[in-house]
């Protein structure tokens, strides 16, 4: 599987405008970097931008376009109704949406989404053919107790965020699904986790997923990762790619990632 790197934009930036300035900047950056056959890249903007962002992208030629898709922050489990403020599964690929995120702490901490909310989003999600990125991560008052605190905290989101999906009929092609694993301590804080550590939790959430799942799902790192940082995860077996989020918002920065992880013959290690 091609390494992924996804840029979450989150509520940024601030206009349309920029937004569309934006995106053509990355677009540029990536097509220039001419080394995206081992990396894609997800570029996830407000709802508000999707349908602008999505209309840009498709006046990029062939070459542009290569290795790169539009994706979403969240979507709800219900496809339309009186449900105020939500964007459904088949909206979204209207605008040829291709990824979305679930789960993200933001949204569990801010927004009060729990498990059950993340599992019912999933589910329908991936029955109506979308790639998700589920979002999993330990707050720093679990990390502080140790890695096996840190381990049942994040066992405990996947085994509630994943329960039943299987039942339902859900089937996804190679790289259709992804894990982000995102300690909350390390977003935002420019504080990155320790890039053997992130591995050998993304090795313990591989093995957390259904069976038959593995082989099929990437493993990201996300948490104060940038340019600088990004080879020292990628580089292991475990870490198929990252979720960006502050680093995506410059263009030159997240086009270097990409860069980086594409263009370069990483070194294969594997924590045993």
Known sequence: MRKLLAANWKENPGSEARARALFHAVAEK??????RSAAEAVI???DIYLDAIAGEYRKLNRTAKRGLSI????????ERGAFTGEVGPAMLQRL????????HSERRRYLHETDAMVNRKITRALRDGLRVILCVGEPAAVRSKGIAAARRFVKNQIKKGLTGVERHGS???IGGFAVAYEPIWAIGTGKSDNPKDAAEM??????????????????????????GNVLDFVEYNEVDGALVGGASLRAGEFGAMVAKVGGRRLLRRQRQ
């Open 171 to 173: 089937r996804f092609p």
């Open 44 to 46: 996830c903007p407000p």
């Open 96 to 103: 040829g949406i291709r990824y979305v995120i679930v789960g």
């Open 30 to 35: 990536l097509t220039e970097s001419h080394s």
């Open 202 to 227: 993304a090795r313990f959430i591989r093995r957390e997923l259904p069976r038959g799942w593995g082989s099929r799902t990437r493993i990201l790192y996300g948490g104060s990762v940038d340019s």
């Open 71 to 78: 994706g979403a922050q969240d979507v709800f489990w219900e």
